[in-house]
Structure formats: C-alpha cells, structure tokens
C-alpha cells in the first residue's frame, strides 16, 4: 500500500493531475498494487482565499507520504515567487528533496527543434543538486531604491550537498548502463571557490566508479553540445542554478513542456513529482493541455516507489501514443484534448 499525496495545484494542474491519476488507476489494476491519495488544495486559490500558503502541519503531513504528485503551482492574481518559494521551495528544502532528477528524453514522433538528430540522440539524464546555491536566499538589500542600492545573493555549497548529489549521478549512470559517462557542469575557471569543491569532491567520488567515464564541461560549453551534439552526454550533474537552466533547454530539446517531467527525490524519505511547464492560467478549464508530462512524473513515481513494471508499461504506453496518435505538443493544437490523450495512453498499457 502506497500513501501517496495529490496537490494539483493551480491553473490547469488540476487537468493534468486528473489524467495522470487516471493511469495510475489503470496500471494499479494491471499489475496489482495499492495505494491511497489524499488531496491538498495549496496554491493559489487557497492562498487568495484565507492568506495562508503552506502551513506548518501540512508540511509536517507531507513528510510521511511515501510521494507527493504534483500538479502545477503559479496564479496570475498572486505576487511573482510567492507561491513558488513558500510551497515549492520549502517542500524541497524542508523535505531535503536534495535530488532533482531531469529525464531528457525525445521519444519517437515527437518534433525535436534541433537539425538531423532523433531519439537515438537525445536520451541523458539531468542530476541537479536541489537545496543548496543560490536558492538558499542568503544576503540581502541595502539602500534600495537609491543610486546607491547594493544587492547581495549568496552561492552557498557544501561537501555533504555536492558529495551526495555527485553519488546519485553515478549510481544513476551505472543503472543506466549505456555509455557509464557522468559529466560535471560547473564553471571552474570563474567560480574558483564553490566549484572547486564541486571538481575536488566529483573526481574524489568518480574513483569510487572505476567503470564510469568521469567528463567535465563548463556550463557554457554544456549549453552548447546539449545543442550541436546532444549524444554525447550520458548523465550531466550540476548545482541548483546551472541545473535549472539547462534542464529548461533538455526541455526543449526532447520537444517541448508538454513532454518533460522531473522527480524532486529525497532516495531516504518523501519525494516529489511533476511536470515541468507552469499551470498555463490561460488555458485553465479548456481541456487543451497536453498531460504527457504528467503521466511520465507518475511514470518516474512508479519507478521510485519499485514499482518497475508498472512504470515501464507506462513508458511503453506513452511512446506509443506520441508516436502513432498526437500531432503536436502545443497547447490546443494536439489533435486530441487532454482528457482523449489520457484515455489513449490507458489503452495503450501493456
């Protein structure tokens, strides 16, 4: 029996959430596992009608799930950050989801932006350090408003956050098994304190894997083989901030928002699940979004818990309808409306 918490959140979360839950529904018939939801309505609706964002008990409630599915989070009427920092953010830090694990994947008949390359091309994984960097918000403002403002935002690394983060990469490539290759992302040339101890403590741990090829890229560079050449990355880990543009771009490159999922883990306790496109407001209520990105955040839920077979089934399934069934990954534009696409992956479930 799985304990698992829903937040569908704002805008078309909901939508998304729906059908996922839909083919976890399914797939649970299929090969015989339990589990439960409990539904939380944090967001913005919840925010705008009693002040209140994540309280302290919901948190503490969230903790003993054994995952949190998760929807979207951002409302158009509510301040920019908001609700990012108090319900996001603070589940990732107070949890310690200190993993967040970016598939970058273009699955067949699936339109990828890049020239001449396909889904023998794009296939690596984005491990970004989740609870550290720049996200920690340490600093602050002086003289603000005036000529003489200065604002400071501080880069805050440790051994343990990088270290641990740094073995997941490798026992994700060496899972895997394709090309055993872990590159670092960093900017070591520049960042001469922080990432030093990202390349010291990386080379440290890669003695650990004498099997796996321990590559090095700056951050620059990254950005521009993720594009030339894409094939030649394996697994890339990072730190929070490097990790959340590139992934944005693997987004990109494996055809869109509508595709891409991500897992905030914490591989000793509670982790999170979801899409990775915002809620979409303007398209809320008009069952035109595309929950692919959804279903695969309840595929990488299924992997997590150890439900293996269940969680290729639904990989299986996905494949088959991007491939055979779906004309586009933009909103309104898919030939199918959410609710069609969900129905068309559970009849796809093998």
């Not at 301040?79 to 107070?94: A, M």
């Not at 060496?174 to 403590?201: G, I, M, P």
Request: include cysteine; proline fraction near 5%; hydrophobic fraction near 40%.
């Amino acid at each position: 029996m799985y304990n698992i918490a829903v937040i569908p959140g704002d805008g078309t979360g909901p939508e998304v959430v729906r059908e996922g839950l839909k083919v976890l529904k399914a797939v649970s018939e299929k090969y015989q596992f339990n589990y439960e939801l409990t539904e939380y309505d944090f967001g913005g609706e919840r925010y705008l009608r009693t002040g209140e964002i994540l309280p302290k008990e919901g948190l503490e409630e969230l903790g003993r799930y054994d995952a949190i599915y998760l929807g979207a989070i951002g409302h158009p009427d509510c301040p920019p950050g908001l609700l990012e920092k108090g319900i996001l953010l603070t589940i990732r830090f107070e949890l310690d989801l200190y993993i967040n694990l970016r598939p970058v994947k273009l699955y067949p008949g699936v339109e990828c932006p890049l020239k001449d390359k396909g889904p023998e091309d794009i296939d690596f994984v984005v491990v970004r350090e989740n609870t550290e960097d720049l996200y920690v918000g340490a600093g602050g403002v002086y003289k603000k408003g005036t000529d003489d403002e200065i604002a400071v935002q501080e880069s805050i690394n440790t051994r343990k956050g990088a270290e641990r983060c740094i073995r997941f990469a490798f026992e994700t490539a060496k899972a895997r098994n394709r090309q055993n290759k872990v590159t670092l992302c960093a900017k070591t040339n520049v960042l001469t304190f922080a990432h030093d101890l990202w390349e010291r403590t990386f080379y440290e741990v890669s003695e650990e894997y004498p099997d796996i090829t321990a590559d090095y890229a700056h951050i620059d560079a990254t950005c521009m083989w993720m594009v030339k050449n894409p094939e030649w990355f394996d697994v890339i880990v990072t730190t929070n901030m490097f990790g959340d543009i590139i992934t944005d771009l693997g987004a990109m490159i494996q055809g869109g928002m509508g595709v891409a999922a991500g897992g905030n883990i914490n591989p000793e306790g509670t982790s999170m699940f979801e899409p990775i496109g915002g809620s979409a407001p303007k398209y809320t209520g008009q069952n035109v979004i595309n929950p692919i990105a959804a279903i695969a955040s309840c595929q990488m839920m299924l992997a997590q818990l150890g439900e293996s077979q269940a969680a290729d089934s639904v990989e299986r399934a996905v494949v088959e309808v991007v491939s055979n069934k779906m004309v586009t990954m933009d909103a309104g534009k898919m030939g199918h409306s959410t609710t069609e696409i969900g129905d068309l992956v559970v009849q796809a479930l093998t």
